[in-house]
């Protein structure tokens, strides 16, 4: 080193003795910014009052969806039950109404003297006058033989019509005719109860 120049020996010296930039300095000297636990805090308490709200509003709309869905179903079932609750009626109504008329039938087939309370109603209808009677020549006979005698006396005939049912009654006098068959006079009971069956004859052997 003695036998360097003055020259060479201060450009050495300027160059070891340069100093860092300051920034440089500061940037290494400084210690790492930590995070503002305050500031963590409010973006925690953030963070979580949005999840809050958007699960309300998920739930809503889950609850809202649930309950239309229960409602269909509950209305659904109201009509399915009214339905079933008109169904059995009417099955009700069909089977009472069969039973009547099968009891009509075992009525006038074991107890044939009760065509006598329909001539009598049949007549009637027509006081005073004479009439001709025709009925199913079993009723006809019977007729005869209960009432044959004073039916006579009042001017009323007996005539067997083949065409007719048992039970069936037909009273004509004058230009007057009375319809008293089964068919008609069942029509005219169950029209009074709002329905409209007709009498069914039961089918030939």
Sequence with gaps: MSGLTAWERWELASLDTLETPANESAAEDAPAQRPDPTEIERIRGQAEAQGR???????????????????????????????????????????????????????????????????????????????????????????????????????????????LQPGDCLVESGSSQLDATLATRWRRVLEGIGLQTAWIEPEAP
């Design 53 to 163: 709200q958007a699960g309300y509003a998920a739930g809503q709309a889950a609850a809202r969806a649930e309950a239309e869905r229960l409602g269909r179903a509950a209305a659904g079932l109201e009509q399915a039950l009214a339905e079933f609750n008109q169904s059995v009626a009417d099955e009700l109504l069909a089977l009472a109404t069969e039973i009547a008329r099968q009891v009509v039938r075992q009525t006038i087939t074991l107890r044939p003297e009760t065509i006598q309370a329909v001539v009598n109603e049949a007549l009637a209808q027509f006081p005073h006058q004479h009439a001709t009677i025709y009925l199913h020549p079993q009723d006809a006979s019977l007729i005869r033989s209960h009432a044959g005698d004073a039916l006579a006396h009042a001017g009323h005939r007996i005539l067997e019509e083949p065409g």
